[in-house]
């Protein structure tokens, strides 16, 4: 694993010394030389007995999950739950162009240094998600990719970015939600966003060509969503993704894979675990590595008995890993939040929050293990993959209980 750091860049997280009495960060933490350990701490992490993390290793995968830096700075408890159960940690807000460049050539990069400072002192991967995401595009940009078309707009914003966390990113989400199917699955399934009105469906060669040369190492990937239940829109988005694959391998563009979010929604029919796994097959008989990248679960109905949601969340997050950790190609799982204490589905569309309304991640606001915690387990423990494995040194394999 590499250990390098960005010397440049204040470390805030040294200074939080009460996350170091969690169990098991003390021999990460030394071989980082991040930090000592008060004497006599105690062990307060309340999630006892095996981690996520060693969980997903003895599959040979690993785990990681979405933070913000906001959460890690002020929440120490998070902090001791996400160094400690994760490999990984998936930047929710700090990493995209719209928070990164919200001036033109002017980079902000205070957030996500946290986040990276944070990743690099308790040695943890960072999945770099993402670089483009029709969501997140500043104004001045958009409009200047649309008037000049001019891909260096989008060269210029790779390069730094791309360079500055290097050390810890890994993975990079290059296109994120590229995928849109028309009503009947006609055409291209590329939707129409301000890359595609900029530069054609040919923005996402450009971008992965892009994301190669400045990152030769890195894992590129394509990120999206809706490729879980059998409705018609799902059946033309997997066909639509495949056929973009198809025409980027036929032009030898550089993709490493794909990630598949996983936004579960108990309000939909039962998952299509067939076509799922028949997907996931076509993906890796492509020669492609896959990941689960923002695994949660919403809600149908939150007015029956709590252990009666947390069985139904559990349940379909079970039907879910059952069949994609019998994919080798399947290399980690990242769930989107960790805890109920910060979930995306308990924000309105005005920006009001509703900590712990919909109980989707594997922890309860209190970072209490949830069924879907112990389904996450089970489901790992009992799927070593051979494959997979030998995949997975990129990340650290220390053994651990
Ligand atoms: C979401 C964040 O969770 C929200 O906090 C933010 O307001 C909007 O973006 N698919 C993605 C993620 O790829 O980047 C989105 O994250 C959730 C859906």
Known sequence: MKLSRAPEVANPFIVFRSVESLAGLTRRAALLGAMTLPAGCTAMFPVRGTKLRAAARSSGRFFGAAVQAEQLRNDSLFRGVVAQQCDSITPELELKWGVIEPAPGRPVFAQMDQIAAFARTYGLRLHGHTLLWHQSVPGWASQSMVEAKDWNIVGRYFAPVMARYSDVIDWWDVVNEPIEATEDGSGDCLRRSVFYE?????????????????????????????????????????????????????????????????????????????????????????????????????????????????????????????????????????????????????????????????????????????????????????????????????????QET
Request: charged content about 25%.
């Open 198 to 398: 900029a530069f054609g469906p040919d923005y996402i060669r450009s971008a992965l060509e892009t994301a190669r040369a400045i990152a030769p190492r890195a894992k590129l990937l394509i990120n999206d969503y809706g490729f879980e239940y059998s409705g018609k829109d799902e059946q033309f988005r997997r066909k639509g993704l495949l056929a973009l694959v198809d025409a980027l391998q036929r032009r030898a563009v550089p993709l490493d894979g794909i990630g598949l979010q996983a936004h579960l929604d108990l309000s939909r029919e039962p998952l299509d675990q067939m076509g799922l796994a028949t997907f996931l097959k076509e993906i890796a008989d492509r020669g492609l590595l896959i990941q689960f990248t923002e695994l949660d679960v919403r809600e149908a109905d939150r007015s029956l008995p709590i252990p009666l949601r947390d069985q139904a969340v559990a349940e379909a997050a079970r039907a879910l890993l059952d069949v994609v950790l019998d994919q080798p190609a399947v290399r980690g799982i990242s769930t989107w939040g960790l805890s109920d204490r910060y979930s995306w589905i308990d924000v309105d569309p005005d920006g009001r929050r509703h900590i712990g309304r919909n109980r989707g991640l594997p922890l309860d606001v209190e970072m209490q293990p949830k069924p879907f915690w112990h389904a996450l387990v089970e489901a790992f423990s009992g799927r070593p993959s051979t494959g997979a494995r030998a995949a997975a040194v990129i990340f650290d394999q220390g």
